[in-house]
């Protein structure tokens, strides 16, 4: 009994694959020709799509400096020379955020240097976006208003410890001849000298420091500049037609053994009668 068992387990297998070989087999030349002409119908669709290009700039800026590159100071002047702004009726709102797609920025982990990748539908259009987002991100990153007052104070500061400690340096000097019969009070104050000229130095390196942060930044702070893209990054034409193209065999698949299955259906007479109260359950 468990052999008869087995045996007709195996037949209903075996039916079952052969079904759906035949199944196959009969819609063969749907299953093939309709995604070829899918992706084919795509691919010569996509030349009607408008194209975009991405130039790529790379910076050495901080996390916190390119998170400004999405505040409304950068974005107001670039979406409304760019046209964001027209093409969003006036909308702020609507403008930043369509330009916040074509603007974006990543900053490598490893490297600590910000990618500035710029889109548009023109080569020249792409890299000019870049470069005027560069340049209006600089000139929001150099100090303004009381942050450059509070910088040029401490320069100020700094200039008048520096004359003070020379003035104390230069004294010193002259005084050393003086201090040549005592050991101890020399070299404290050969100590004292070191220790002025050191501060004096220090002094000024801070000064240069804050005077470089006052002005804009310049070609060192450039890795790439923002490149002239030679091909577009979209559409992918190939890509669009292989995708359609899988997508409709795909959904043909689908409705082959969909049919396959509701014509099976309509042949099994209790499966008419299951068909039937289903109808009358929806529509009565």
């Known amino acids: 009994m468990t052999d008869m068992q087995?045996?007709?387990?195996?037949?209903e297998d075996e039916i079952s694959l052969l079904?759906?070989?035949?199944?196959?087999?009969a819609a063969w030349r749907l299953l093939v020709f309709g995604p070829i002409i899918a992706g084919v119908l795509a691919g010569g669709l996509s030349f009607l799509w408008s194209t975009t290009y991405e130039s790529v700039a790379i910076v050495r800026l901080s996390e916190e400096d390119a998170a400004l590159l999405h505040a409304a100071p950068v974005?107001?002047?670039?979406?409304e020379k760019f046209g964001y702004l027209q093409k969003a009726d006036g909308n702020k709102d609507n403008a930043r955020s369509a330009l916040k797609k074509d603007l974006t920025f990543a900053v490598d982990k490893k490297t600590k240097l910000l990618t500035i990748i710029a889109k548009a539908h023109s080569n020249e259009g792409a890299r000019a976006l870049g470069q005027e987002a560069l340049s209006v991100l600089l000139q929001?990153?150099?100090?303004?208003?009381?942050?450059?007052?509070?910088?040029?104070?401490?320069?100020?500061i700094n200039n008048e410890n520096i004359a003070d400690n020379t003035d104390a340096l230069d004294s010193i000097k002259k005084n050393v001849s003086r201090l040549m019969g005592n050991e101890v009070v020399l070299d404290s104050g050969m100590r004292h000298f070191a220790s002025l000229n050191n501060?004096?130095?220090?002094?000024k390196m801070?000064?240069?420091?804050?005077?470089?942060?006052?002005?804009?930044h310049g070609a060192e702070l450039y890795?790439?500049?923002?490149?002239?893209?030679?091909?577009?990054?979209?559409?992918?034409r190939s890509l669009v037609a292989v995708l359609a193209a899988l997508a409709v065999g795909f959904g043909l698949l689908l409705f082959v053994f969909a049919r396959k299955a509701w014509q099976s259906l309509k042949q099994d007479s209790e499966s008419l009668s299951k068909i039937a109260l289903i109808k009358k359950s929806l529509f009565e």
Do not use: W
């Open 19 to 25: 079904d759906i070989l035949v199944t196959l087999a």
């Open 75 to 79: 974005l107001d002047p670039l979406a």
């Open 6 to 11: 087995t045996t007709d387990h195996y037949e």
């Open 206 to 216: 801070l000064n240069l420091d804050l005077a470089q942060r006052l002005e804009p």
């Open 199 to 203: 501060e004096i130095s220090r002094l």
């Open 223 to 236: 890795v790439q500049e923002p490149s002239l893209p030679q091909t577009r990054s979209s559409p992918k």
């Open 140 to 156: 929001e990153l150099t100090p303004k208003g009381k942050d450059k007052d509070r910088l040029l104070k401490t320069i100020d």
